[in-house]
């Protein structure tokens, strides 16, 4: 038996420090959830990343 998608939850999370800026991300998101901002603006996120 297949489970029901809405029981579960889904998250994706893109390293700061991987990021090379080409914007592909942004241009292939269906629903636009993605935006492109300066690199150092979101480098005290790294931790998070590291731990997940």
């Known amino acids: ?4 998608a809405g029981k579960y939850k ?5 390293s700061p420090l991987d990021c090379m800026g ?3 991300c942004t241009t292939v998101c269906p629903v636009q ?3 492109m901002v300066p690199q150092e603006s ?4 790294q931790p998070a990343w590291n731990y997940l």
Request: charged content about 25%; some cysteine; aromatic content about 6%.
């Open 1 to 4: 038996m297949k489970p029901k």
């Open 42 to 45: 979101r480098l005290s996120e």
């Open 10 to 14: 889904f998250t994706l999370s893109v």
């Open 22 to 24: 080409c914007g592909e």
């Open 33 to 35: 959830a993605l935006t």
